[in-house]
């Protein structure tokens, strides 16, 4: 608005100095063509001159009048590059405000965009925490029911030893020797560890079922070795310190309930994952037969576990 009025301004200055431009010749010829007596209508008229110092003002007047208008054109340019440079500037301005608002928009735009990942990472963060805790429970649970099945598995398929048979024949005077057939019924093979056999008569009281052949633990039979699902072995224990005599009760029959000779003990095994079983027995002697048969509970005295 500045630079508008200035050139305003200018252009009226010249506009003026034009108008006396021309005023001044015209006045200047009727003063130059003034009319004295002796001239039209006056037969004895007398043509004036221009004095030397009237034609010295007159040039100085117009040269007064070119370097005012030199002056002007000179004012109304620098008015006119000013104006050129500050509507320039004005652009400029124009220009880095839109940039400035540009750039204000694409942070905003960022910022918001930031915000958004930030929401949909929360959100994907309770999705996968919900999925964890999802894949944690269906691993738990297949953990247990891999755990029920691998024992029901070693339920089912499991070594197991069984007493088949238990034979010994009545050498009077001599050690009572007894041979024993054990036999691996199971599905898997058996390492058997370790043997506590015993052979000894009971009477009256220490017939009763406090003598359990898992107290068997005086007399050991040692040796390892390996029965394969199927597989029997035929194997002798000797008793260290009980002899067939007449006078100790070793001849008793088999029918008598409260005296008898009885082979019994335990047999200690492992899997093949290392889990250690138990083969307990108690078998009462038939001196018919020459063998050991099974005449108790076969809960208490014969057992697989």
């Known amino acids: 608005m500045r630079s508008l009025l200035v050139i305003l301004i ?59 208008m030199d002056i002007q054109r000179t004012s109304l340019k ?9 509507q320039e500037a004005l652009d400029y301005t124009r220009r880095a405000a839109w940039a400035a608002v540009i750039a204000a928009g694409a942070a905003i735009f960022a910022m918001f965009t930031a915000i958004g990942q930030l929401v949909m990472f929360w959100i994907q963060l309770g999705h996968m925490r919900k999925s964890n805790e999802t894949a944690a429970t269906v691993a738990a649970a297949s953990l247990e029911n891999t755990k029920l ?16 048979d238990a034979t010994s024949e009545q050498d009077m005077g001599q050690l009572i020797t ?18 506590r056999l015993r052979v000894k ?56 309930p409260e005296y008898g000779m009885l082979f019994s003990g335990k047999i200690i095994y492992e899997d093949a994952h290392g889990t250690k079983r138990l083969t307990g027995f108690r078998r009462k002697y038939a001196d018919n037969q020459h063998r050991f048969l099974s005449v108790d509970s076969r809960e208490h005295y014969e057992y697989q576990n």
């Open 78 to 86: 620098v008015s006119k590059d000013t104006f050129v440079l500050n």
């Open 201 to 256: 008569v009971f009477e009256g009281f220490e017939f009763g079922p406090d003598n359990l052949p898992g107290d068997v633990d005086t007399e050991r039979e040692s040796g390892v070795f390996i029965l394969n699902p199927g597989e029997q072995v035929d194997l002798t224990f000797k008793s260290p310190d009980l002899h067939w005599r007449d006078n100790n009760n070793t001849c008793h029959t088999f029918l008598e």
């Open 149 to 164: 099945a691998h024992a029901e598995f070693v339920a089912t398929h499991r070594p197991k030893i069984i007493l088949r």
């Open 178 to 195: 007894v041979k024993y057939i054990l036999c691996n019924v199971g599905d898997m093979q058996a390492r058997v560890t370790d043997q």
């Open 10 to 68: 200018l252009v009226c200055g010249i506009s003026s100095a034009y108008g006396q431009e021309k005023q001044q010749p015209a006045q200047g010829s009727k003063s130059t063509n003034r009319k004295t007596a002796g001239s039209e209508g006056n037969p004895f008229s007398v043509k004036q001159h221009k004095t030397a110092q009237e034609k010295t003002d007159e040039g100085k007047q117009e040269v007064d009048t070119k370097e005012n």
